[in-house]
């Protein structure tokens, strides 16, 4: 049964009493880690940056209306994404990681904000995709974001240079699989870990939401950091309601100690 939910002190006194011993953490994030970024829990794989109704995948294939307002929207707010930077959540995990203590990050979010905050780009497992990247969704070729965006001033609607199909965020649509090679890693460190830290996830959009469980059935333990309940905290060791980056910064401080902290700014 979960432990720690009689405020956050004792909790996260119980969060450090049950990290302490793991050599193989996995975190797995969600929304509730970038919200202090700016970025708003909005939940979906598209995220905030998605601000209307996700289009499906058929309606964004058929419907160029679709497409024209999914561009328009990005130009507009792919910038503030692009400029976003990692807050005390996001530096506390990589912290975490030069330390040899976490192994991996599995996440929901498409922010890259991880791979900013110096989480190794190849033990970022993303999910749901990432919008730091555009792909064709006929050939799958892709290319930075940033080499479209440069584009949509005078082509508003972008096609793919090498077949002619329509280009979009390498990011989940609704009625499309996630991919294949992340969450092939994902249920594989989640297979080997000893520790499970969620963050900042709802646990509610499947299939993504069964890695905590999966680590479970293989053995390891589950602490939950999270301002609201989940379906999983019948199975948690451990429960933290509160906000990420200070949880995570105080997890830190207690298992890396006072030249760790101070070396992390």
Known sequence: MADGLEGQGPAVATLVTLVRPARRIVAFTGAGISTESGIPDYRGPGGVWERNAPPTLSDFRDNPETRRQYWRDRRRNYPTLRDTQPNAGHVALARLQRAGLLRSVITQNIDGLHQKSGIAGDTTFELHG???????????ATWPAEQIQAKLETEPLPICEVCGGPLRAATVLFGESMPETPLRRAIAAANACDLM????????????????????ASGARLAIVNHDPTPLDDLADVIVRGSAGQVLTELADALLGDDQAAGSG
């Open 197 to 216: 830290l969620v963050v900042g996830s709802s646990l509610v959009v499947q299939p993504a939401a069964r890695i905590p469980e999966i680590a479970v």
């Open 130 to 140: 990432t919008a730091h990247v555009v792909r064709c969704l006929d050939c799958r």
